[in-house]
């Protein structure tokens, strides 16, 4: 790599790397296997840096999928709570916003990964059905599925005064009625 490129991945590793971190620990949860992710899919991107044409796009898949393998692993076993929650936490200040936003993120907790990731990538990252599939390598159908199932079960864990997203795609809610 020539000067030019490695300054450009080093701009790029500055500006990227809180959100890519913040991605993978929203996808997995836990703040170390969040570092490990990132830190690995910016290894690997800078070995592939020269072909890469969308690299925030390409560093997102990477990350999630990477976030995704750190969870899998099978010599990694924790203890956690029965349906792999993350325990709740309190916060001493009380604020409301801080509650409800560990209330969710214990809630996300609870839900399969490949679940947890399709709906970190469609409303925390914006995603569309489209590009979630790219950065998670598979169907569309399969994105819409999770999708669906998985603001189910958000609805059931927080209730149904929950302020989830309700703006599913036209696409998402046709696929909710034929497969519900």
């Known amino acids: 790599m020539n000067s030019d490129e490695e300054t450009n991945y080093r701009s790029f590793v500055d500006a990227q ?11 997995c949860g836990d703040w170390q296997l969040a570092e490990d992710a990132v830190f690995t899919a910016l290894a690997k991107l800078y070995t592939r840096w020269r072909r890469v044409d ?19 692993r099978p010599w990694w ?3 956690q709570p029965a349906g792999n929650a993350i325990p709740e ?14 209330r969710i ?15 970190v990538l469609r409303y ?10 790219e950065a998670l390598n598979c169907p ?17 864990v927080l209730g149904a005064d929950a302020d989830l997203p309700a703006g599913e795609s036209d696409e998402v809610e ?5 497969h519900a």
């Open 77 to 79: 076993r924790r203890e």
């Open 17 to 27: 790397a809180h959100s890519l971190r913040r991605l993978a620990y929203l996808t």
């Open 124 to 133: 925390f990252e914006g995603l569309s059905v489209q590009e979630t599939a």
């Open 54 to 72: 969308r690299p925030e796009s390409y560093a997102r898949s990477m990350v999630v999928r990477a976030a995704i393998d750190e969870v899998r």
């Open 174 to 178: 046709r696929y909710a009625t034929r």
């Open 105 to 119: 993120h214990a809630a996300l907790g609870q839900l399969p990964t490949r679940r947890r990731a399709v709906l």
């Open 140 to 156: 569309e159908a399969t994105v819409k599925s999770h999708t669906v199932r998985g603001l189910r079960t958000l609805r059931e």
């Open 89 to 102: 936490r309190t916060v001493p200040d009380g604020a409301h916003q801080v509650d409800e936003r560990l």
